[in-house]
Nanobody, 126 residues
Framework: VQLQASGGGLVQAGGSLRLSCAGS????????MGWFRQAPGKEREFVSA???????YYAGNVKGRFTISRDNAKNTVFLQMNSLQSEDTAVYYC?????????????????????WGQGTQVTVSS
């Protein structure tokens, strides 16, 4: 299983970016997908997840600004990020769940995932 994240870049505060994560080597229609991020000097933190059947969940500090979605036909998960703030600056990682049909309770933590993409840098200038 390989994941390729893209869509990061430099954006001004208040701007938007759309991250994509394309998977290969397996189909993910039965898997949960998630996004995490890691800022310099900080631990990796949960951002958002989507279950195999489309239920979504967000960290409190991005709820209402970020939207996760998936296109199973393209084996791709997206993260639409609006109203970006300097605090959103980080490397964003996508991941596929460790187990098929994982409930959301397993997808809020890094150990619920088995494969990770290489990360894409998001930098928000204030």
């Amino acid at each position: 299983v390989q994941l390729q994240a893209s869509g990061g870049g430099l954006v001004q505060a208040g701007g938007s970016l759309r991250l994509s994560c394309a998977g290969s080597g397996s189909t993910f229609s039965s898997d949960g997908m998630g996004w995490f991020r890691q800022a310099p000097g900080k631990e990796r933190e949960f951002v958002s997840a989507i279950t195999w059947h489309g239920t979504t969940y967000y960290a409190g500090n991005v709820k209402g600004r970020f939207t996760i979605s998936r296109d199973n036909a393209k084996n791709t998960v997206f993260l639409q990020m609006n109203s970006l703030q300097s605090e959103d600056t980080a490397v964003y990682y996508c991941a596929v769940s460790r187990d098929r049909f994982s409930p959301m309770s397993r997808l809020k933590f890094a150990d619920g995932f088995r494969s990770w993409g290489q990360g894409t840098q998001v930098t928000v200038s204030s």
